[in-house]
Structures are given as structure tokens and as C-alpha cells.
């Protein structure tokens, strides 16, 4: 079974210039999930969606990020324009949320991340 | 709100030691508790998790027990090796939304030394 997979892996880019990330969740997850990770800190949760719905997006930062997830499959997060303190890991998790049962309905499976390097 | 609170590291260990990693939560309900591993360059992996009290979550050689009445979830190897080198992150699962996410904490960088 693949994975979660997000592209590009790695992107440096300009304070105020803009950058998007992408992600493909497991086959049949219904819940996506996007993260960020400052370097020596845990990830933070900055969006979730159920399927192409937005159920928290309350830690997003709406002035300058923006997220969408169309067709309740793959999904795209945007900066813009960015800051310095935007530097960091973004993950992106998904879930198999209400098509599954018991516990594994909440077991969230991460992609490798992209790392964003804001100059 | 929610919290994890992790031991800090770096943790260094000779191979074979005894591994423990403090991890205590604030919640209210009862939620999830989860052990994520990050290899250098890696995402996330799910190491282990309880979904109730008094629950043991292992794999790999790795355990943690779900304690209620301390809110922990300390993790424990008896053998470390060189490939567990890694950040190991403590999570709670909160169900503020109609499905929970995962409050993390700050992660516990691990260093075997052969």
C-alpha cells in the first residue's frame, strides 16, 4: 500500500515570494491533515479536513495561508506571501476517519514532510 | 488546553541499555495516546498507541502502558540498538473537532552509541 506522499521535498524561497505544497493521502482516507514543524518542536496542527470539508482550521493562520482539498483526495497548502518565522517542516497525515472502525479510525500516517527554507 | 510534556533530551545510550522516555499528558475525557518515531530525513511513523487506561502498547521491542492515575505514558526499551536513533514524540489524541488530532510533544532526540 502506498503511502502518503507530498512533493517538492524541498523548497527555499524569499521572505514575501509565495510557495504551495501538495499532498496525496493514502487511497481511501477520508481525513487529511496539515502540519507544522518548527525545528525542535513537535508538529502543530495547522488544518484538518473530512473528506473535502474543513472540520479545524482554527491554528491556521488565515491572513497568509490558505489550504484546499477539491475533490476530498489530494490536497494543497499555500503561503503567501511568506515570512521568515514560516520556516519549517510541513507534514501532511491522513486518516481513514469515519470509513473506519474503532481505533483505527484515528491513526493518522504522515508523508516524509517538505522542508521550507524562507530567506 | 491539552498538553504533552516529554522528557528533554538529547538522551545518549551505549547499545543494550535500558531505554525510558518520560511522557506525561493533560487532558480532559479520556483520550488517545500515541509513541511517533522521526529517523533522520523522515516523517512521522507510528511506533505504538492505547486507547484506554491501563492499555500496553508495544512493537519493535518497544512498550508503553496507558497510567490514568499518573496521566503518563513513559516509554521503555530493554535493549536499545544503534538503528533506534531517532526523535520520539509523545502525543494525545484531542477530539475538539468531529474527529480528533493530535496534540504532540516536544519531541525526545535519542542517540545510540555502538
Known amino acids: 500500500e502506498a503511502g502518503v506522499a507530498q512533493s517538492p521535498r524541498y523548497k527555499i524561497i524569499e521572505k514575501r515570494q509565495s510557495v504551495a505544497f501538495w499532498c496525496n493521502p493514502i487511497?481511501?482516507?477520508?481525513?487529511l491533515y496539515w502540519y507544522q514543524q518548527i525545528l525542535g518542536q513537535g508538529p502543530k496542527l495547522l488544518i484538518q479536513?473530512?473528506?473535502?470539508?474543513?472540520?479545524?482550521d482554527s491554528q491556521l493562520p488565515k491572513d497568509r495561508f490558505s489550504a484546499e482539498r477539491l475533490k476530498g483526495v489530494d490536497s494543497t497548502l499555500k503561503i503567501q506571501p511568506a515570512k521568515l518565522e514560516d520556516s519549517a517542516v510541513y507534514l501532511c497525515?491522513?486518516?481513514?476517519?469515519?470509513?473506519?472502525?474503532?481505533?483505527?479510525?484515528?491513526?493518522?500516517?504522515f508523508g516524509p514532510g517538505t522542508r521550507l527554507l524562507v530567506l | 488546553g491539552d498538553s504533552v510534556t516529554q522528557m528533554e533530551g538529547p538522551v545518549t545510550l551505549s547499545e543494550e541499555a535500558f531505554l525510558t522516555i518520560n511522557c506525561t499528558y493533560t487532558?480532559?475525557?479520556?483520550?488517545?495516546l500515541f509513541w511517533y518515531v522521526q529517523y533522520p530525513g523522515e516523517g512521522l511513523q507510528l511506533l505504538l498507541k492505547?486507547?484506554?487506561?491501563?492499555d500496553k502498547g508495544s512493537n519493535k521491542g518497544f512498550e508503553a502502558t496507558y497510567r490514568k492515575e499518573t496521566t503518563s505514558f513513559h516509554l521503555e526499551k530493554g535493549s536499545v540498538q544503534v538503528s533506534d536513533s531517532a526523535v520520539y514524540f509523545c502525543?494525545?489524541?484531542?477530539?475538539?473537532?468531529?474527529?480528533?488530532?493530535?496534540?504532540f510533544g516536544k519531541g525526545t532526540k535519542l542517540s545510540v552509541k555502538p
Open positions: 497525515a491522513s486518516s481513514l476517519g469515519p470509513t473506519g472502525t474503532g481505533a483505527d479510525q484515528e491513526t493518522q500516517y
Open positions: 487511497s481511501g482516507h477520508a481525513t
Open positions: 479536513f473530512q473528506n473535502n470539508g474543513v472540520v479545524d
Open positions: 487532558a480532559t475525557g479520556y483520550p488517545s
Open positions: 492505547a486507547t484506554k487506561a491501563d
Open positions: 502525543a494525545t489524541m484531542n477530539y475538539g473537532g468531529s474527529q480528533g488530532n493530535l496534540i
